[in-house]
């Protein structure tokens, strides 16, 4: 049972500041309060979970996002008697990856479809290193929280483009997206449609370097630019289609002036922020910030479908 019932927390776990969304989740998604804090100000308290009790957030239920180097993203087309045999088969596959990368991993899957008369089941997988995910719960449980889930930031960002699509058609005619998640310290390039991550990859540079070292900027725009075209390439080799129309930067370094224009000159896209695109979310308060909050909106948006799932079977049951 929730600790409010329907109050829900997500928290995006950056590397240098947390974001958070505090929501009632009923028919609606209702925000009560939103902010970010430095990770160095909670942790470098004696008493963390005191640190995070002065933000006022109520609700101690929270679902958790971060990302790391370590995450492998999987669609698996797979032969299974049940979904007890696929588990197992499932579980045999990252055997595999943590043989291969010498790290323990903790794994999800979701069943996308089933065809019963072939017995192939369609799989979306994700799978981290278990170390840190550990670490990130841990430092959750320190604050005083309690976590119930965690999530995928780039699942998280497709559900607010999903939303987003549902309310504005025309936009769907460009899938898929070139998405550029400009982080503190890692930058993360995806190529995703509008329920699925395509392809994946990121890179230890972010808005902190680029700031930091004005005379070397260029270089580090230059390798988010190389990073963006590998991601077109794939694209094009692997679809044997035009190339991608829409480009969305978010993230802290979205305001960066300087990373908007030199993508907009060098990759041929329709580039934006994704703060241009809000309109289409009447729910979120007007001050909020697209760029920073989309993670933790999409969690809550996971954590809204979920509720209301769980509210079909309850009423088709009785």
Known sequence: MFNHPGRILSLDMGNHSYKYIEAQLSNKLQILRYGLCQEAELFNSDFPAKMWKKIGCRSRDVVLSFHHKSLITRELKLQADNELQLQHIIHDEFQKYQTDLKEEYDF???VQSHDSESGIYFTKTAGISKRINRGYIEKAISLGLKPRAVDIQLNAFIRVIRKILLRCKELSEEL????LDLGYE???AALINIDEII???????GCRIIEESPANSNEYLQEIIILCWQMIDHYIHSSHKEELQQGILYGGGAFAASVLSHLKDQIPLRWNQLNHFRLYLSEIPTDMDLNLYANCL???YWEGDKLNTERKIRNDRF
């Open 108 to 110: 999800d899957y979701s």
């Open 176 to 179: 898929p997206y070139l998405v």
């Open 186 to 188: 890692n930058t993360t």
């Open 199 to 205: 392809a994946l990859k990121g890179i230890p540079i």
């Open 298 to 300: 999409g969690s809550l």
